[in-house]
Structure formats: C-alpha cells, structure tokens
C-alpha cells in the first residue's frame, strides 16, 4: 500500500512562513491527486488544496487562497504546502492525503502548526 509521512510543522510567529513536505513510501505511486487537510482543536478536518498528481493543476480553499501554494515532485513522491502570511486560525494538525479516482484514500499521520500572535 501507500504510507504517507508529512514533516516541517512547527512554532512561528503571526506572518511568518512554514513549508510543509508530505513523502509517500515505496518505488511505485498510483495516487491520481493529493493534497492538505488540516484540524483544529473542536473543528471537523478542514479541508486545505489539491493537486493533480500528473497535470499539476491545483485547487485551494478560500480560506487560503492567496497565502497557501500546493505544489509537487513526481520524481521523489513527494508532496508540498508553502504557507506565507500564517495566521493565528491557521494553527492545526496538517494531514497529507492521496486519492484514487473521486476517493481519499490513504493518509498521514499529521504535522502540527502553531502560530502565535
């Protein structure tokens, strides 16, 4: 199957950036998209951006529109969220994701972002 380890959550100040790194396991990847959730404590799993694993083609959230760029490298299997101008509401636990056809299927085990104001 496909494991999913996403890395580069941290402490950063209101304003700040982080660039978060999501690696999926093994020689062979059937994934057709991946992309970003995120939970905040009391909050249901927020969805974050997508990307077309082929095409590239992304789509994010309005929450983030602006400020969050999904981006990948086919040739490492590896998947990326540059956040530029945090906010405090963007504090979460960010969970890596890929699916198969219209289906999430596989998931991370989660990185933690903290932004203090």
């Known amino acids: 199957q496909v494991t999913l380890v996403e890395s580069g959550g941290g402490l950063v100040q209101a304003g700040g950036s982080l660039r978060l790194s999501c690696a999926a396991s093994?020689?062979?990847?059937?994934?057709?998209?991946m992309g970003w959730f995120r939970q905040a404590p009391g909050k249901e799993r927020e969805f974050v951006a997508r990307?077309?694993?082929?095409?590239?083609?992304?789509y994010n959230a309005d929450s983030v529109k602006g400020r969050f760029t999904i981006s990948r490298d086919n040739a490492k299997n590896t998947m990326y969220l540059q956040m530029n101008s945090l906010k405090a509401e963007d504090a979460a636990v960010y969970y890596c994701?890929?699916?198969?056809?219209?289906?999430?299927?596989?998931w991370g085990q989660g990185t933690q972002v903290t932004v203090s104001s």
């Open positions: 994701a890929a699916g198969v056809r219209i289906t999430w299927k596989y």
């Open positions: 093994g020689r062979a990847f059937s994934s057709d998209f």
């Open positions: 990307i077309n694993w082929s095409a590239g083609t992304t």
